[in-house]
């Protein structure tokens, strides 16, 4: 019988909720949907207070409910999850009414909504960008408030984000093969990013990449990116020292070591074989320099025999006399 009693209790009172929510919907009335909202908003039923809320802008402008409303209606916003909405609607309120005293609340709701409201790291960073912006307005306009004591280790978080992601982007091109690209990808997020907290693994990716790009080289560029390489490992066993890096960067110029000896040999033998399919070249050349300068004499003498006889044609022809005249005899 008891618990058909709390039943029946739970089932009105649900009723009289529905009941009274409906009412504030329907109704014109300002100060009634005004204390709906607002017994809503006591009770954590954000939902049915922002469709309360919402109804309010235009009943309550120019009043000193004004504020309240939007105030309220943004930190029903960020308990629900609307951050993007909760953030626009805080700094509107830090805007629009400069001279209550909850306009700097305001303004640290409007960059913790930001922040709230940064996507995840593989995905598009521009609210991230946009979160670490706000944070920074927030420190600059109120740099000796207690919120601002947390905004520095938000910033370093949404920052790392940002790091991170540059970094699985660039360690991707590695993955891929393409460790020119992942070479130069990397070098960037350093240079993006001095501080960052990524460098010894940047800086293993970046020195396995010069290894790849020197072992796989074209001939023309082996040696220099052999040296690239070696030039690094050098460079991380002097910044990180006793590190598992430097213990790898030590085991790569092993190798590094040994390809360049190997290389050595190979280059010499190249050289070798360059230099005599240049000297046999050489002698194709001028045995076909020659083969044409015999040729070449062969015509002129032809040349100046046939010139010759065409001479001698000449000049016999203009020293033989014409045949004497012969007349005919008549009869």
Same mark, same amino acid.
């Given at each position: 019988?008891?618990?058909?009693?709390?039943g029946?209790f739970?089932?009105?009172?649900?009723?009289?909720?529905?009941?009274?929510?409906?009412?504030? +919907?329907?109704?014109?009335?300002?100060?009634?949907?005004?204390?709906?909202? @607002?017994?809503n908003?006591?009770?954590?039923?954000?939902?049915?207070?922002?469709?309360l809320?919402?109804?309010?802008p235009?009943?309550?402008?120019?009043?000193?409910?004004?504020?309240?409303?939007? %105030?309220?209606?943004?930190? =029903?916003?960020?308990?629900?999850?609307?951050?993007?909405?909760?953030?626009?609607?805080?700094?509107?309120?830090?805007?629009?009414?400069?001279?209550?005293?909850?306009?700097?609340e305001?303004?640290?709701?409007?960059?913790?909504?930001?922040?709230?409201?940064?996507?995840?790291?593989?995905?598009?960073?521009?609210s991230?960008?946009?979160?670490?912006?706000?944070?920074?307005? %927030?420190? @600059?306009?109120?740099?000796?408030?207690?919120?601002?004591?947390?905004?520095?280790?938000?910033?370093?978080?949404?920052?790392?984000?940002?790091? %991170?992601?540059?970094y699985?982007?660039?360690?991707?091109?590695?993955?891929?093969?393409?460790?020119?690209?992942?070479?130069? =990808?990397?070098?960037?997020?350093?240079?993006? %990013?001095?501080? &960052?907290?990524?460098?010894?693994?940047?800086?293993?990716?970046?020195?396995?990449?010069?290894?790849?790009?020197? &072992?796989?080289?074209?001939?023309d560029?082996?040696?220099?990116?052999?040296?690239?390489?070696?030039?690094?490992?050098?460079?991380?066993?002097?910044?990180?020292? @006793?590190?598992?890096?430097?213990? &790898?960067?030590?085991?790569?110029?092993?190798?590094?070591?040994?390809?360049k000896?190997?290389f050595?040999v190979?280059k010499?033998?190249?050289?070798?074989?360059?230099? =005599?399919?240049?000297?046999?070249?050489?002698?194709?050349?001028?045995?076909?320099a020659?083969?044409?300068?015999?040729?070449?004499?062969?015509?002129?003498?032809?040349?100046?025999?046939k010139?010759? +006889?065409?001479?001698?044609?000449?000049?016999?022809?203009?020293?033989?006399?014409?045949? =004497?005249?012969?007349?005919?005899?008549?009869?």
């Open positions: 019988m008891k618990k058909y009693i709390l029946l739970a089932v009105s009172v649900v009723a009289s909720c529905v009941s009274q929510q409906e009412k504030a +919907m329907k109704s014109a009335d300002k100060n009634f949907i005004l204390k709906a909202a @607002n017994e908003f006591a009770k954590k039923k954000w939902k049915n207070a922002l469709a809320y919402d109804r309010l235009n009943l309550v402008a120019g009043t000193d409910d004004a504020p309240n409303v939007v %105030f309220n209606s943004a930190y =029903a916003n960020y308990y629900d999850k609307n951050y993007k909405l909760a953030g626009h609607q805080f700094k509107n309120f830090s805007i629009s009414f400069p001279q209550d005293s909850r306009k700097e305001a303004a640290y709701m409007s960059a913790l909504c930001y922040y709230e409201g940064s996507m995840d790291y593989n995905l598009d960073q521009s991230t960008e946009l979160a670490i912006n706000e944070l920074q307005d %927030f420190l @600059n306009n109120y740099p000796n408030s207690e919120r601002s004591k947390n905004i520095n280790t938000l910033i370093e978080e949404l920052s790392y984000k940002l790091e %991170f992601k540059s699985e982007n660039a360690r991707q091109y590695f993955n891929m093969g393409d460790y020119k690209a992942a070479n130069v =990808a990397l070098e960037n997020v350093l240079e993006d %990013f001095p501080s &960052t907290k990524l460098r010894p693994k940047i800086y293993d990716y970046i020195v396995k990449s010069r290894y790849e790009l020197a &072992t796989k080289s074209v001939y560029l082996k040696d220099e990116r052999i040296e690239s390489a070696l030039a690094f490992t050098r460079q991380i066993e002097k910044e990180m020292p @006793n590190t598992d890096v430097a213990k &790898t960067a030590l085991d790569i110029r092993e190798k590094l070591e040994k390809e000896k190997d050595v190979v010499k033998q190249t050289e070798a074989r360059i230099a =005599a399919l240049t000297e046999r070249q050489k002698k194709l050349e001028a045995k076909n020659e083969k044409t300068k015999t040729e070449q004499q062969m015509k002129d003498q032809i040349d100046a025999e010139k010759a +006889m065409q001479i001698q044609r000449d000049s016999a022809a203009l020293q033989t006399p014409p045949p =004497a005249a012969t007349f005919k005899i008549q009869r």
